[in-house]
């Protein structure tokens, strides 16, 4: 609504808007979203096909340029991301001196933010082709980075990258490989892997994203903005909710719960617990990627040979949300992070790593969402503007006069 500032007139005619629910901060040619048919395009083209044809780093071209790369543009950009997928020594270094319980989303923030001082010859904003090298930069090293932040956790030793295996090749075996041990992708996982990450790469002005567009309109280096956009996505509000969902299942498992009484706690409310997985505040059907990941999990399992019963929880409380009225009058359906966490659990991520993986796929919207900012005629430094509701003018007091 509008309002007026009450005590300082100054403030003048103000929206008043809390969490932006209406207020549109910028236009975008990145991500189309109709929540209420729940679909999910970027740059145009459905998130089914992308996910169902496409490669990370191809989305990524895509999200950044514009356009779907071409053969040559394709190898061109796989090439140069693939090559820098090193770590400076002395940033290994740094990794090294974290405390073991770090939280890995902590740290990958610290190690993005840091490299502005590694990476001096790319921080001009307004130079494209520096602009070019910063996002280069992050889309090699960030997946590597993550392995690291999770290898720093489990006391094992840091492998050297190796740049013959593909961007997701290499992360996984950054993450799970030995050092006297070859490692093989398995395709099924490193496949599902890829698609995971197509599906979290642009969703438009989400909390990480509009922190990255914040601060990049102050005219900050790429990677700075970046960071700001990981410490983002760390609050559990945003990219914690697929950790949710597990403690959720594992909660009903533990107990021995029937998934109909759990679902009666969900409705009455009882200390507040909500089905976690559950809603969007923009999708009021069927999350799109949602969908897709359910397929994922299926294939990923049977590839696995695992036999999780938390993939059979999640689908009996999906099967009686779909047919229950407090369900379907609140359009509340699976949202993406339903059945993540169940996939990247079989793969072997622990929990702390699920927000890593998120931060890895949303990377290529963030960088495409930044570029957007810097090009376009209309960005202001973002500065929203406040009611003030304290104290009006008042005289110092002394502090033999305090009470
Ligand atoms: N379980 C039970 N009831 C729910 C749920 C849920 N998961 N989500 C919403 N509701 C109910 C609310 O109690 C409310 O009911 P009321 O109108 O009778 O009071 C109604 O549905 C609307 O809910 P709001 O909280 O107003 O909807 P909002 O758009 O603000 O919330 C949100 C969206 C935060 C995602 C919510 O659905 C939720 O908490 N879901 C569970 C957490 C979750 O999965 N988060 C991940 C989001 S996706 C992502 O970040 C990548």
Redesign the pocket.
């Known amino acids: 609504g509008i309002a007026i500032g009450p005590l300082r007139k100054e403030t003048g005619a103000v929206t008043f808007d809390p969490g932006f629910m209406n207020t549109a901060n910028t236009t975008s040619a990145i991500t189309y979203i109709d929540g209420d048919e729940g679909v999910l395009r970027y740059r145009g083209y459905p998130i089914e096909q992308l996910a169902e044809k496409s490669t990370f780093l191809e989305v990524a071209y895509l999200l950044i340029n514009g356009e779907l790369p071409t053969q040559g543009q394709l190898e061109n950009w796989t090439t140069q991301v693939e090559h820098r997928s090193m770590l400076d020594e002395r940033f290994k270094r740094m990794f090294e001196a974290y405390p073991r319980d770090a939280h890995p989303m902590a740290v990958l923030q610290a190690g993005v933010s840091a490299l502005s001082t590694f990476y001096q010859d790319s921080l001009d904003p307004f130079d494209e082709e520096q602009v070019r090298l910063s996002s280069v930069r992050l889309l090699a090293k960030v997946p590597t980075m993550a392995a690291y932040a999770h290898r720093i956790a489990q006391g094992h030793a840091l492998l050297y990258p190796d740049n013959r295996l593909s961007l997701i090749e290499n992360f996984l075996r950054l993450t799970f490989g030995f050092p006297v041990q070859e490692y093989v992708a398995d395709p099924v996982i490193a496949r599902a892997m890829e698609q995971l990450l197509i599906l979290h790469a642009d969703h438009e002005q989400n909390c990480s994203t509009s922190a990255v567009r914040l601060v990049g309109s102050a005219q900050a280096n790429l990677f700075t903005s970046i960071s700001a956009g990981i410490g983002a996505l760390s609050g559990p509000a ?1 990219g914690g ?1 697929n950790a ?1 969902v597990m403690e959720m299942l594992d909660t009903i498992s533990a107990e021995g719960m029937d998934p109909k009484v759990f679902m009666e706690k ?1 409705k009455k ?1 009882e200390d507040g617990i ?8 923009v999708y009021k059907n069927y999350d799109p990627r949602a969908k897709f990941v359910k397929t994922i999990a299926d294939d990923v399992l049977e590839r696995l040979g695992v036999q999780d019963e938390r993939l059979e929880l999640a689908m009996k409380l999906e099967e009686i949300a779909l047919k229950d009225d407090y369900f379907i009058e ?1 359009k ?1 359906y699976p ?3 339903f059945y993540t966490g169940i996939i990247y659990k079989a793969i072997g991520f622990p929990t702390e790593m699920f927000t890593v993986l998120f931060a890895i796929g949303r990377l290529p919207g963030w960088i495409a969402q930044w570029q957007e900012m810097v090009h376009d005629p209309d960005t202001k430094i973002g500065r929203p503007r406040q009611i003030y509701t304290g104290e009006p003018r008042r005289e110092y007091v002394d502090m033999a006069a305090r009470t």
């Not at 909500?274 to 505040?281: I, N, T, V």
């Open positions: 945003h909710a949710a969900v409310r909500r089905l976690m997985g559950f809603g969007h505040r609140r509340l949202n993406v992070d």
